[in-house]
């Protein structure tokens, strides 16, 4: 069984950093795409950044030469460093991927973790 879990949310102000890892555990053969999504009340989750498994980048508009996305691959952990944190940061960031397990692959979701920027 495959688990995604994210640590490092917290409160932080506005102007600081922060940085979220996600943990891939169980049998993973192969992450493919893998990235951060986020989510405030009453709204959408929204794309943050993904990272390929050829470390192709993508990011949100609202986060370009903010956020830094990475992976390390050996530990099967994604990192987000979080620059220049603003108010609108503030939500429930979800980790998310494809995995390959064997012959099949799945997309999982973590269970997120809170950031709450204060102004």
């Known amino acids: 069984q495959v688990q995604l879990v994210e640590s490092g949310g917290g409160l932080m102000q506005a102007g600081g950093p922060l940085r979220l890892s996600c943990a891939a555990s169980g049998t993973i053969h192969i992450i493919n795409t893998i990235g951060w999504y986020r989510q405030v009340p009453g709204k959408r989750r929204d794309l943050v950044a993904t990272?390929?498994?050829?470390?192709?980048?993508n990011y949100s508009d609202s986060v370009k030469g903010r956020f830094t996305i990475s992976r390390d691959n050996a530990k099967n952990t994604i990192y987000l460093q979080m620059n220049s944190l603003k108010p609108e940061d503030t939500a429930v960031y979800y980790c998310n991927a494809d995995i390959r397990t064997g012959f099949i692959t799945r997309n999982y979701w973590g269970p997120g973790t809170q950031v709450t920027v204060s102004s």
């Open positions: 990272i390929a498994s050829d470390s192709n980048t």
